[in-house]
């Protein structure tokens, strides 16, 4: 089943939650006024309206260098992969709507593939993973010479932005999301955030490092700006509105 890469939204679908997925994950919905959301899943801690929010940090043992087993030849569409590390093993599709792709310089492919699925694998173990693409694998893939990464959806298990940022920044909640439940999160546009501190009307403001989720005017103690006052100055843990740059 094919969908739109953009969806048009009436006014109030932002505000939606649900406890099955309806949309893929990253799925864009615009309003006619500018504003842009995408489509998440929370991870497992629920989340408030007015928030920053990330995607989980990535597996250090899964994110590159990782031993091919088998050698898919160029339009098959499977491939097996062995884990590395002790302790991160992943459950049943962890990684579907994430995306494997190959690190080495010296050998080829160096292509990016959007994952289908795959079993639950123990830490060290070997996966079979299937692609979501038609068409296979591009460039044949040798076992043993060639190596590979995966990596998540950045909108799959979303969580409040920490004090130290690990993931990357996804979107500032619309709505409450409960945990384990599907949502969006505001990208671009006039949105609703919560403050720390007080910066002036049009001060540039980024994630906080005081107060998870929250933003805070851009200087040395936050990472880069996501975003602008709109308005009068900001009043210190209250929600105020800020014209989002595009968070993608």
Known sequence: MSFPKTIGGAYGWEKQTTS??????GTEMAFADGRKYRYVENGGTAIGEGLVTTSPAPSGD?????????????GDTTIGITLAGSTDGAAKNFYAEGYVFFNLAST???????????DAVAASGTVTITIDESDGFQTAITAGTDTAGLIRSPYKDIVVAPAAVAGRFVGVTAA???????????????????????????????ASSNHTGQLLAVGADTTPALGRLHGKAGV???????MLMNLY
């Open 108 to 118: 080829t492919p160096h292509e990016m593939y959007k994952i289908k699925s795959h």
């Open 176 to 206: 409450d999301i409960e945990a384990s439940y599907y949502g969006w999160v505001q990208v671009a546009g006039l949105a609703s955030a919560k403050i720390d501190g007080t910066p002036a009307g049009g001060t540039l403001v980024g």
């Open 20 to 25: 099955k997925q309806r949309l893929p994950l």
């Open 62 to 74: 899964h994110d590159e260098d990782l031993v091919i087993t088998t050698s898919p030849a160029v």
């Open 236 to 242: 210190d843990n209250e929600f105020h509105t800020v």
